[in-house]
């Protein structure tokens, strides 16, 4: 379907206001015919969908459901197995041994985050290479691959690629086993078993990281995808990675995508290259696991109001509905968990801190509420009552079955929650002798 110039306009600044993807060098004749083709998927003219768009500007995610079929084929997903090999051969000398360093007895489990993921091969590469480099040592590598190209997820789900995916690959061929197809190989299944698959925005920042997952990470690797954002963008997405990890954890990108000022919170480690991205061990009143203030949701509000200033109070009073079914249902502990990270992302620490207290009253043998009160009492400076959340939290998971979840907590046993949180509680320990 053929687009007029102010269609193609509006349709490239959705897009970009939606997803950061800048269309490098402007939009040239391969992009347009991406844009027109994946348009012509959508079962509306172009009035009607911009028309959409505007509408549901304060519901992102119901945008990029309309515009998914323009971005399944807008979007740039080159990507090919073991990419940049020199950054693997670095995981092994330098990232690994450090994190295993830093564990201790503690804990004998990874967590990886393929940012930006394309049809997976980025995932893949690192479930093999981390399995091959755990072989025989009893270690959990959990890796979750994200993208926002529906199309290339369940490409990566089915893990079956062709020629062009092994370019410059002629290591770990022993991962692979044939399949039907000219050339395609599959991953093997034990390559396969412990990687995840799911859609996620960027740019989108979320209020519940304990429900998506998206916390406590020991290495991400978001490569290739910085690129095609601007400034704003870099600087409020490598905020969300920083955020992700857990003290300590390293970020990879590629080398042409570090910049000191965009990524001022990370220390550097690969000096020569930078590559390779760390959130530093010590860190202030911080606790990982809490979710911070969405930067991204705040600029969109802004935004929002400037287009259509009526429609404010759609986005504000996103904690209303709750707020009134608290008054028709105040022992329903659910709301209140709900509220915590609700108050938090409008940055209402206060009243989040009032929530989490409230859901901990009436669900004291449950762990979440007290992950939320480590964050949120150190915020408010009491220190006592932070580390009391840290005790009672403790001995929750001690006296739980380590090897069961919590229904709150999917992706992660007890046991290693424990891990998780004793970690925590060392370097406020470690902190308050380092500021003694
Ligand atoms: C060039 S590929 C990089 C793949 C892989 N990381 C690599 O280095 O080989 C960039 C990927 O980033 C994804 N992407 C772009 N903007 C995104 C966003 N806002 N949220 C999530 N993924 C995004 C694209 O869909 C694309 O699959």
């Not at 193609?8 to 939606?18: E, F």
């Not at 206060?350 to 669900?363: I, N, S, T």
Request: neutral net charge.
């Amino acid at each position: 379907m053929k687009l007029n110039n102010e269609q193609v306009k509006a349709l490239v600044n959705i897009i970009r206001h939606y997803t950061g993807f800048k269309f490098p060098d402007g939009l040239n004749a391969e992009l347009l015919s991406h844009l027109e083709s994946g348009f012509a998927h959508i079962n509306k003219d172009p009035e009607e969908l911009i028309g959409l768009v505007e509408r549901f500007s304060f519901n992102p995610s119901r945008v990029l459901e309309l515009i998914q079929p323009i971005l399944d084929e807008v979007l740039i997903g080159e990507t090919y197995f073991f990419r940049d090999y020199e950054a693997y051969d670095l995981l092994a000398a330098e990232v690994l041994p450090e994190l295993v360093k830093q564990f201790g007895s503690y804990k004998r489990s990874l967590r990886v985050w393929s940012a930006g993921c394309s049809s997976g091969e980025e995932a893949y590469s690192l479930s093999i290479f981390l399995n091959k480099y755990f072989a025989g040592k009893d270690w959990q590598i959990d890796i979750l691959g994200t993208d926002l190209n529906k199309s290339r997820l369940e490409k990566a789900r089915q893990a079956v690629y062709g020629l062009n995916s092994f370019r410059h690959q002629s290591r770990f061929k022993e991962a692979f086993t044939p399949v039907e197809g000219r050339g395609n190989l599959q991953v093997k299944e034990e390559y396969r078993r412990n990687v995840q698959f799911k859609f996620l925005n960027l740019l989108e920042n979320t209020s519940q990281p304990l429900k998506t997952d998206l916390y406590m990470y020991d290495l991400i690797f978001c490569r290739n995808v910085f690129i095609y954002f601007d400034q704003k963008t870099i600087k409020a997405v490598a905020k969300r990675l920083y955020q992700t990890l857990a003290p300590g954890g390293f970020l990879v990108i590629t080398p042409s995508e570090y910049s000191k000022e965009l990524f001022a919170d990370f220390e550097i480690i690969d000096t020569v290259n930078y590559r390779i991205l760390r959130r530093p061990l010590l860190v202030k009143n911080e606790f990982p696991v809490s979710p911070k203030i969405s930067h991204i949701k705040a600029e969109k509000v802004q935004a929002h109001m400037s287009i259509n200033p009526t429609s404010q109070p759609e986005i504000i009073s996103e904690i209303s509905p709750f707020e009134e079914k608290l008054v028709k249902d105040p022992l329903n502990s659910a709301l209140y968990l709900h509220l915590v990270a609700l108050y938090q992302e409008q940055n209402a620490p206060v009243k989040a801190l009032e929530m989490a207290r409230k859901y901990v009253y009436l669900e004291p043998h449950k762990p979440e509420g007290y992950f939320y009160l480590i964050n949120l009492e150190a915020q408010a400076g009491n220190k006592q009552r932070q580390a009391r959340a840290y005790n009672r939290i403790i001995s929750i998971l001690e006296n739980s079955n380590p090897a069961e979840h919590s229904p709150n907590l999917p992706s992660i046993t007890y046991g290693e929650l424990l891990n998780l949180v004793r970690a925590g509680l060392k370097e406020i320990q470690y902190q308050t002798e380092f500021e003694n």
